[in-house]
Every structure is written in structure tokens, then in C-alpha cells.
């Protein structure tokens, strides 16, 4: 099983700075790709960030952005630690939702075989 925690949150004034960590544990062989979604209330869960290596990658870093974020946050791997952050700055309170590290990785006991895990989320609040 792999495990993912997350760390970070918390409540910030508009136009402040938050960075997130997420850590990987467990058994794990590779991971293809981590992620950053978030979930406002009443709102689904929408893709934030991605980072992704892998062969079609040529082995780099391949990160994409939902549109309403460019510019205003970063996220960033620790391929050592098995770790993604998101750096998030400006904050507008239309980014307080509870945020979910993910990971599209394969066990040890399944190396060929990619399954996603989540964390359990951690809320950020922005306040106006």
C-alpha cells in the first residue's frame, strides 16, 4: 500500500502565501505522476496542478496548470523524498476548498500495475 499526507494548510488574507507538502510512503516502486486537486464546498473536485515523469516524458518533469491558477502557484517534486508541493501564491478566496495531494504510482508488490491514491486532504481558507 501506498500512503500520502499532506501538510500545509491553513488560513491566509487575500493576496497571501501558502505552500503545501505532500509526502509518499509505503510500498512503493515508481510514481508516474503527483497532483494537487481541490474541492470547494457545494463545488466538485477540480484538477489543480500535475507533475509528471515518466518515459513519455523522456524522464523530465511535465507540469500542467488549470487555467485559474497560472501564474499564482507552482508545484514542484522531490523525486528523492517522494514528494510534491504546491507553492500557492496571491490567494484568492476563491481558492479556499480542502486540497488533495495524489499519486498515480505502482506498489512493490505490482510494479507493473498503476494505481491512484489519495491523501486526506488539508483546508486552506482565504479570507477577504
Known amino acids: 500500500q501506498v500512503q500520502l499526507v499532506e501538510s500545509g494548510g491553513g488560513l491566509v488574507q487575500t493576496g497571501g502565501s501558502l505552500r503545501l507538502s505532500c509526502a509518499a510512503s509505503?510500498?512503493?516502486?515508481?510514481?508516474?505522476?503527483m497532483s494537487w486537486h481541490r474541492q470547494a464546498p457545494g463545488k466538485q473536485r477540480e484538477l489543480v496542478a500535475t507533475?509528471?515523469?515518466?518515459?513519455?516524458?523522456?524522464?523530465?518533469?511535465?507540469?500542467n496548470y488549470v487555467d485559474s491558477v497560472k501564474g499564482r502557484f507552482a508545484i514542484s517534486r522531490d523525486h528523492a523524498r517522494n514528494a510534491v508541493y504546491l507553492q500557492m501564491n496571491s490567494l484568492k478566496p476563491e481558492d479556499t476548498a480542502v486540497y488533495y495531494c495524489?499519486?498515480?504510482?505502482?506498489?512493490?508488490?505490482?510494479?507493473?500495475?498503476?494505481?491512484?491514491?489519495w491523501g486526506q486532504g488539508t483546508q486552506v481558507t482565504v479570507s477577504s
Open positions: 509505503g510500498d512503493i516502486f515508481s510514481i508516474t505522476t
Open positions: 507533475v509528471t515523469n515518466s518515459r513519455k516524458t523522456n524522464y523530465l518533469d511535465s507540469i
Open positions: 495524489n499519486a498515480i504510482a505502482a506498489p512493490g508488490m505490482s510494479p507493473s500495475v498503476d494505481f491512484s491514491y
